[in-house]
């Protein structure tokens, strides 16, 4: 397998190097650098405390407890009965849920279309499970001047331009709902779009849903797999790590009928085998908790999107006093911001032929302390050029971090 | 209109079937067994974990790593830093060389993503994979999902002797090196569990001879050879789903890109807390309170207790040179499983029925054989003794019984 494949995201790992050597104020990687709430905490110490089970194999498809609670948890939202024995599989990470849905579903030849910007990883998942990526662009749509701060809610597909990508080959489109690194909440009816092509063309439909509980500004997270002839042919992906601010758990979920589901599995039997038994416990004692408490201000998931919705106000007005101009994301953990009016010559500094975006991070990073990402990582090499003026900012991170982020800006801002 | 749309494209038979890659891949002796086993008025000596308690300190560990706010989030990728310094010194001293921690070694989810990492970083499409027989089942799903050949030998027991060992099973030298000229094009890999000095050294001359790469150690095999470990069968925490891979840079390095496009990273706290136990443990190494000696200790006088209720039952034992299983030998009891019409090996029936009637669970061990070899190992299933003492006693209580309807 990996003959084929170039050790991918370099670019990853060659940021983060940057940013430990120089000991920046970290808003490139996506997780937080806040505790977990207590009661996730408190959870896993209860399960490590439990019997000698807790400590040994579980259930190979996920921990009993944890299935259960989460077909019940998501059967309440898409309003449908989901089997948890047949309908869930619990994976190392949402990451191996993609990884597991890619290998059961794409064969030699078949097309899955990506929505740009894209979280990285699509793409070499697809070209190992031996497809073929096809991409098309989220835009931002013109703004009537002066009608305020752009928001991620004005980057939309042409229906057209869409529809066009769809042929006889087409096996999977890939929507990450809330988007990383754009910050896009899809709204019911572009995903009505996307689900009317899927019925019509028999394709079927990967749906990221890692940052669901994080939507600011009254927007409200739609499962695409709620929509009429959608069940069936949804795979429908979670993850405990960003629901629980529990990155390092590395807990995820694959929901789907169980005919799509059957298969997976396999995957997963094959390479992982099972996940562990204490961090199920515990995530699942996390969700029957919020059940209970779901739509109360008790909620964790009321509470975490209402502290994050300051802290993106926040970094937005400081992003735009040092001249960069944010896109105020509707959702998830990440903002980004048009570096095009930035007055810094950056001519000396970048390297032949590569993106400005990544001139600047790199240049953020060494003079100024502060590293970030650049967004053309997100866009097919294809497209990368046309979209290498803008940088992404994590701003799920404690005040501290914020503040001292905020304070280079300011300094920044004030030599300009 | 729509509505009849929807409802005629969910009557119409998707053309959503399976990949090609997990053709055949959906029987698990695991899934079968497991459920079966459950029931709590059945001893399971089935599956192979432990239901004694792993040693407080990894425990505390663990408990420990959790309340430190940055153990919660994600760690480097390809194992978390102390947890590969931890490795490398302790096989460090292992291998007696110097190990690379952020190149020579990877850290998986358990022994089985090591497995997995392995294939598909080194086995390709048409390539063929010598595995010797009884083999952990896994395997041949994996070697075949990554699109090569599994070519199996089996163990052969040296006829003849009273009381039969792991060691009486040897592999026919002829036979092996036969498995390793057949095909000469094609690159060959060889996977093996512990076996003597001797027979490693029959192995790693044929890895040499035909350049081949091989998943055990030996002096002399470090460019050539992957070895893989589990921090559950280590430290007694199956349920915690870690384990690694050991080798040169030049093959660790398709290993890591697997990593990158499968899992990413395994989980902080896990990984924080084996490094704590190995920690604890290097210090302690060669000395009787380091776990490594004392587990395997403990679990000798377990061994020898199993063997001697089995051969009172009448069922002959192999008695094992190492691991936590042992192999019995049912022909002796001559149970007549003819209604049992289903098409499956006799010890398939054999354990499903046991299961039922004397509330006993094992593993059949032609789950852990090609098609070739059932007819050789249709007698036999597995047993693990890693088990408490009232587990112990109660299987024992079973087999005295036996014979009682």
């Known amino acids: ?416 | 209109l729509m509505h009849l749309c929807f409802v005629l494209q969910n009557i119409m038979t998707s053309r959503h079937t399976h990949t090609k890659r997990i053709e055949g891949l959906d029987k698990n002796v695991w899934v079968a067994f497991t459920s079966l086993a459950a029931d709590p008025s059945v001893v399971n000596l089935g599956q192979g974990f432990p239901d004694i308690p792993p040693p407080s300190y990894v425990k505390e560990a663990l408990a420990q790593a959790a309340s430190v706010d940055k153990m919660n989030q994600y760690t480097r990728g390809f194992g978390h830093p102390s947890l590969v310094k931890a490795l490398s010194q302790v096989y460090g001293k292992v291998y007696e060389r110097q190990i690379d921690p952020l190149k020579e070694i990877l850290v998986t989810v358990g022994g089985y993503g090591s497995l997995f990492s392995t294939m598909q970083g080194l086995v390709e499409d048409g390539d063929e994979v010598i595995i010797i027989e009884p083999f952990f089942d896994c395997y041949v799903p994996m070697v075949r999902m990554a699109g090569a050949k599994p070519v199996l030998i089996p163990l052969r027991l040296k006829s003849g002797k009273k009381t039969v060992t792991s060691a009486d099973w040897f592999l026919d030298p002829d036979e092996l090196s036969s498995k390793f000229s057949s095909k000469t094009k094609r690159r060959k890999h060889l996977h093996t569990t512990g076996r003597t000095s001797d027979e490693l050294q029959m192995i790693a001359d044929l890895c040499i001879k035909h350049d081949t790469l091989c998943f055990t150690t030996l002096p002399g095999m470090w460019d050539r050879t992957i070895t893989i470990s589990s921090a559950g069968k280590t430290f007694s925490v199956t349920g915690w789903k870690l384990g690694w891979s050991i080798g040169p840079e030049h093959l660790m390095r398709h290993l890591q890109t697997v990593m990158q496009n499968t899992i990413y990273t395994c989980p902080t706290p896990l990984q924080e807390a084996v490094a704590q136990g190995l920690q604890h443990n290097f210090e302690l190494m060669g000395q009787p309170e380091c776990y490594f000696s004392s587990l395997a200790e403990e679990l000798e006088g377990k061994r020898d207790r199993m063997a001697a209720f089995l051969q009172e039952a009448g069922m002959p034992p192999v008695i094992p040179e190492g691991g936590y299983f042992m192999l019995v030998d049912v022909t002796p009891l001559n149970q007549d499983l003819s209604h049992m019409v289903q098409d499956e090996a006799y010890d398939y029936k054999f354990v499903k029925w046991m299961i039922k009637e004397k509330k006993l669970a094992a593993i059949p061990v032609t789950a852990f054989v090609g098609e070739e070899s059932k007819k050789q190992f249709e007698k036999y299933i597995r047993l693990c003794f890693i088990k408490q003492d009232s587990t112990l006693d109660a299987a024992e209580a079973i087999l005295k019984n036996w014979r009682k309807i």
């Not at chain 1, 001249?323 to 950056?346: N, R, T």
């Open chain 1, 1 to 416: 397998m990996s003959r084929q494949l170039q050790a991918r995201r370099t670019a990853w790992l060659e940021f983060t190097q940057l940013a430990a050597d120089h000991r920046a104020v970290n808003l490139g990687q996506g997780f937080p650098d806040f505790s977990p709430p207590t009661f996730i905490q408190e959870a896993l110490r209860e399960a490590l405390s439990g019997g000698y089970q807790m400590h040994q194999y579980t259930r190979v498809f996920g921990h009993p407890p944890l299935v259960r609670i989460l077909a019940k948890f998501f059967g309440r939202i898409v309003g449908r009965e989901i089997d948890p024995f047949e309908d869930v599989l619990v994976t190392a990470g949402a990451y191996q849920a993609l990884f597991c849905a890619f290998q059961a579903l794409i064969e030699e030849g078949d097309e899955v279309i990506l929505v740009e910007p894209f979280f990285d990883c699509y793409q070499p998942m697809v070209e190992l499970a031996g497809g073929k990526t096809v991409h098309v662009s989220l835009r931002p749509s013109q703004k009537v001047e002066g009608s305020g701060v752009p928001s991620s809610g004005d980057w939309v597909l042409s229906p057209e331009e869409l529809a066009s990508k769809f042929n006889p080959r087409t096996k999977a489109i890939v929507i990450n709902t809330p988007n990383n690194p754009l910050g896009k909440v899809y709204k019911t009816e572009e995903l009505q779009v996307i689900a009317d092509l899927c019925v019509r063309h028999d394709v079927l439909c990967i749906s990221d849903e890692v940052y669901e509980w994080l939507t600011y500004d009254g927007n409200k997270h739609v499962k695409i797999a709620s929509l009429p002839g959608m069940w069936e042919r949804t795979v429908t992906i979670g993850s405990a790590g960003k629901t629980f601010s529990a990155t390092g758990w590395k807990l995820g979920w694959a929901i789907s009928s169980v005919h799509n589901m059957k298969n997976l599995k396999i995957i997963h039997l094959g390479s992982v085998y099972q996940c562990p038994t204490a961090t199920q416990e515990a995530v699942a004692r996390g969700f029957e908790r919020e059940y209970e408490l779901f739509g109360t201000p008790e909620s964790y998931f009321q509470q975490l999107p209402a502290m994050l919705h300051q802290k993106r106000e926040k970094l937005a007005s400081c992003l735009g006093a040092a001249g960069l101009q944010p896109v105020m994301p509707e959702g998830g953990y990440f903002m980004i911001a048009d570096i095009s009016s930035v007055k810094v010559d950056l001519s000396d500094q970048s390297t032949e032929d590569e993106p400005k975006d990544f001139t600047f991070v790199k240049w953020l990073t060494k003079e100024k302390g502060l590293a970030t990402m650049p967004v053309s990582t997100f866009y097919s090499p294809e497209h990368r050029r046309e979209f290498s003026q803008y940088v992404r900012f994590c701003f799920v991170k404690e005040d501290s971090t914020l503040n001292a982020a905020e304070d280079i800006l300011r300094k920044w801002s004030q030599t300009q």
